[in-house]
């Protein structure tokens, strides 16, 4: 039998399934690294190369040694992980597919970790390592947080807000929602998915008191989330609130650490009815309230013993104001804050007086300034880059002066700091190199396997916009031969395509060792580029998303003639899924093929917060939905497309394909349908994630390789 030669270059045998068994060469490197307050080591999250389950290690700066502290095995003693569907709900708003220890905290004297597990709550004492599971009651304790004494522990129950003194039997319960749909102490579903805040309570600087958020969702509307290969098990009831209708109704109080009753914060919720941050270190109780537009933010101090808010600071916007999720931040002392603001065209941190008057600007427009990484005495850290490919660790005085550059190499660098002092860990990557973690010299130990092949990706900028792009081409490339093209897009807010990372390139060199060069495109409406170039899409979200990509495939195609744009495919997921369907049906002069994944369908069924900044409410502005919904160009499909979608996706609900799907077959137009059953937004099964991506490949080859 005659065995055809395989180059080197060739689709590497058995990728897939080692990509997905190591998610994405991803387990095994630290993660979640929290420095002690003197400075001498540092904590960290760690897996085994293949098996998706954190344990606790820690690093010891003097010696570089590291040793294992606690694993979930020791703890659970074999027994398997539970999660609660609220704790299933809340990895799932923060993207955490591993199992073990999803998070830890550290008291600020450094003494005790307390760690979550398994609807458990343990510490472990470092002088000793000795291990005590925590009496929280009967449910799961959420979002468990210490004291700033490291004495007490706080966290939700049931809905509910606790309080166990350590050493106590039993812990104290401060709040009574009295109906499921009504909780103390959780961030409502928007705050989660849509303003990257997590919780819903906060420990004052002393720990006698704790702010809470109470959510009453009994407005929202209620979906069902089913398991469709589970008939015989009940749905699961969540309030989801759809673009237009009504939002979980939110307040903030103030409750003894004892218990008590409540006082609850004042300020004109019927105006702004988004609590976007709430802030209790350093200074004030402080708190960002937002209107339902998003076109008006104001920053509140508040007298905790009151309830009176006193207003610091206010933005306006004509579109919409975007969120930075680390300001408000006081500085030691509590006399000045910090603050960022896009009112000048590009974001800027500003230092701020105790009474919100501007002090002075931090940083400049140039420095591209993205969120503030940590603040030590008079000492200030931020990302930020004047190259929206890169990010860069920065550090100015709050007295003034110019921000110093503290990394160089061209890369993502990020700088991840503890609460109790300045020394932090430096997590980098390069188009080059996978993410490596340093803290100091010292190299925080890493297991994972190395990918087999490192991805090649020549980053380019296309047009008279200057559209930031990646091209991947085969490792096989021959000079002179023209390639089909793959657009690996997302297009839309908050994301980037095009970075100086070596990890998402890995599965763009596998599609583009097929025979393909794989194209990726940052246009308007993605970050790092402005406020005009953000809010370029505003009120359509299939206007100049699609247009970007069309304009910059022609300008690459012109400079790299490589490109045969007579075949080229898209494939997306999430808002890359939803424009993938529309290049396909928009544009079927330029694009032969889509795969969809996840995609939003129609507008009206997604979340208010996230929608609704960008098309404004559907019954005032019934047009900008109509033209932004796939639903619109259904019956305009030429190309083949395959529409993919996990049946337990509740960011977007498996119905959003359900419906395209229903509007195409009443069209009577040819389409695929691959339902992942019992998966959520993400794909994490190394099995499942293995046969989708054959998928992919053979609905692209099929088409553009006949």
């Given at each position: 039998m005659l065995v055809p030669a395989v180059t080197r270059a060739a689709p590497l045998d058995g990728f897939l399934r080692l990509h997905a068994e190591t998610r994405g060469f991803m387990l095994g490197r630290p993660v979640a690294p929290w420095p002690t307050p003197d400075g001498k080591s540092v904590l960290f999250l760690r897996s085994p190369p293949r098996t998706p389950e954190l344990s606790l290690y820690e690093l010891t700066a003097a010696t570089g040694e590291t040793r294992e502290l606690v694993t979930p095995r020791k703890l659970l003693q074999g027994a398997d992980e539970q999660l609660t569907p609220d704790e299933r709900a809340r990895r799932e708003r923060m993207r955490v597919s591993t199992r073990g220890f999803g998070s830890f905290a550290l008291s600020d004297d450094g003494a005790l970790v307390l760690l979550p597990l398994s609807g458990r709550l343990y510490t472990y004492r470092r002088s000793d390592g000795a291990i005590a599971e925590l009496p929280t009651g009967e449910g799961a304790p959420i979002d468990p947080k210490l004291s700033p004494d490291g004495k007490k522990v706080a966290y939700v129950r049931n809905g509910d807000l606790y309080v166990l003194e350590l050493g106590a039997k039993k812990p104290r319960r401060l709040t009574t929602s009295g109906d499921p749909r009504v909780t103390n102490g959780l961030a409502e579903f928007v705050a989660q998915e849509e303003m990257d805040r997590m919780s819903g309570f906060w420990w004052s600087p002393d720990g006698k008191r704790l702010a809470f958020e109470e959510a009453d969702s009994r407005p929202v509307e209620t979906f069902h989330l089913v398991d469709v290969m589970r008939p015989e098990s009940a749905a699961e009831a969540t309030p989801y609130p759809r673009a237009g209708g009504e939002n979980a109704r939110v307040r903030v109080g103030v409750i003894a650490a004892g218990g008590g009753k409540p006082t609850w914060l004042e300020w004109d919720r019927a105006r702004h009815p988004y609590l976007a941050r709430v802030t209790w270190e350093h200074g004030p109780l402080t708190i960002v309230v937002e209107?339902?537009?998003?076109?008006?933010?104001?920053?509140?101090?508040?007298?905790?013993?009151?309830?009176?808010?006193?207003?610091?600071?206010?933005?306006?916007?004509?579109?919409?104001?975007?969120?930075?999720?680390?300001?408000?931040?006081?500085?030691?002392?509590?006399?000045?804050?910090?603050?960022?603001?896009?009112?000048g065209g590009r974001w800027q941190l500003e230092l701020r007086a105790r009474d919100g008057r501007l002090v002075r600007a931090l940083s400049?427009?140039?420095d591209g300034y993205a969120r503030v990484a940590g603040a030590f005495g008079r000492t200030v850290w931020f990302h930020g880059s004047p190259e929206p490919t890169e990010q860069h660790v920065f550090r100015v005085s709050a007295d003034g002066g110019a921000p110093e550059r503290v990394t160089s190499e061209p890369g993502v660098h990020e700088a991840l700091f503890g609460h109790g002092g300045p020394a932090f860990v430096l997590r980098s990557t390069t188009l080059a190199s996978m993410p490596r973690s340093?803290?100091?010299e010292r190299e925080l130990p890493s297991v994972a396997e190395e990918p087999p092949f490192r991805a090649v990706a020549e980053l380019d900028q296309a047009g008279d916009a200057q559209f930031r792009a990646a091209l991947v081409r085969p490792r096989d490339f021959k000079a002179g031969r023209r390639y089909p093209v793959v657009l690996d897009v997302y297009g839309g807010p908050h994301h980037q395509q095009v970075t100086r990372a070596q990890a998402p390139l890995l599965l763009r060199q596998w599609i583009a060792d097929h025979g393909f060069i794989v194209v990726s495109v940052d246009g308007r409406g993605t970050p790092r580029r402005g406020r005009e170039w953000e809010r370029a899409l505003r009120g359509n979200f299939a206007g100049v998303t699609l247009d970007d990509q069309v304009t910059a495939l022609r300008a690459l195609a012109a400079k790299h003639p490589e490109l045969d744009l007579a075949r080229v495919g898209v494939v997306g997921w999430s808002f890359g899924g939803y424009l993938a369907a529309l290049a396909v049906l928009k544009r079927p002069d330029v694009f032969a093929v889509g795969v969809a994944g996840a995609p939003v369908v129609d507008w009206r069924d997604y979340d208010t917060f996230y929608t609704e900044r960008y098309?404004?409410?559907?019954?005032?502005?019934?047009d900008a939905y109509k033209q932004s919904s796939l639903l619109t160009w259904a019956a305009e499909l030429a190309r083949p497309l395959l529409v993919i979608h996990g049946t337990r996706d509740d960011n977007v609900y498996f119905f959003h394909s359900l419906k395209l799907c229903d509007a195409l077959f009443r069209a009577g137009k040819p389409f695929d349908l691959l339902p992942l059953s019992g998966l959520t937004h993400m794909v994490p099964d190394p099995a499942v994630k293995e046969a989708l991506y054959n998928r992919i490949m053979l609905q692209l080859s099929s088409v553009l390789k006949p």
């Open positions: 209107d339902r537009a998003q076109q008006e933010l104001v920053v509140l101090a508040a007298d905790e013993r009151t309830g009176a808010t006193t207003q610091l600071a206010a933005e306006r916007d004509d579109a919409w104001l975007n969120l930075d999720p680390s300001v408000p931040r006081w500085l030691d002392g509590g006399r000045e804050f910090l603050w960022s603001s896009e009112r400049r427009p140039e340093f803290f100091g098309l404004g409410l559907p019954a005032q502005n019934p």
